[in-house]
């Protein structure tokens, strides 16, 4: 079946512990991207990939990295997170870096900081 | 900038009852648009999109969009609400220029019985 898969679904961690969502995309897509959704915010763009070792900002990548070394796998890291960073995460993926195929989504993650 | 925006973060109907959600985008370049259906736990899904073309576009379970150019809206609309289309709704638009999906905040959906 033809998915993106997000892991975990739920975490809770505390500031500053180092973590990391992992993506993975089975219909060898080139774009990927990762987006926070807040209420009344929508989903903003964290990050985004066009293809293999090619990543860039999105609208508000402050406090994540990503990286993207296989096609399959973007994951996102939070490398010290904060309370602010709290939200629900998704990634996505489409198969023409210049588009305009729809994104594909995975079933979420959603993140607590205490 | 390109912009998305939806009025009404909440609209509710009764079932049976057309439904019509509403959203205007920015850009000097009429984008490519999408609207998506997200249920509760769930991911988003493709409803239907826009890309060029016919500017009245047919989604899956009802639903269908029309792009008005001189109006820069591609609202959605379903004849009649199920209860089952109780959801939140997103509009985007992807900007061949930028390479970006820009969503809209969001409609949820809420269906009388």
Known sequence: EAQVTQNPRYLITVTGKKLTVTCSQNMNHEYMSWYRQDPGLGLRQIYYSMNVEVTDKGDV?????????????????????????????????????????????????????? | AQSVTQLGSHVSVSEGALVL????????????????????????????????GATLVKGINGFEAEFKKSETSFHLTKPSAHMSDAAEYFCAAFSSGTYKYIFGTGTRLKVLA
Do not use: D, M
């Open chain 1, 61 to 114: 990548p402050e406090g994540y990295k990503v990286s993207r070394k296989e096609k399959r796998n973007f994951p996102l890291i939070l490398e010290s997170p904060s309370p602010n960073q709290t939200s629900l995460y998704f990634c996505a993926s489409s198969p023409q870096s210049g588009g305009p195929e729809p994104l594909h989504f995975g079933n979420g993650t959603r993140l607590t900081v205490t």
């Open chain 2, 21 to 52: 959600l509403r959203c205007n985008y920015s850009s000097s370049v009429p984008p490519y648009l999408f609207w998506y259906v997200q249920y509760p736990n769930q991911g988003l899904q493709l409803l239907l999109k826009y890309t060029t």
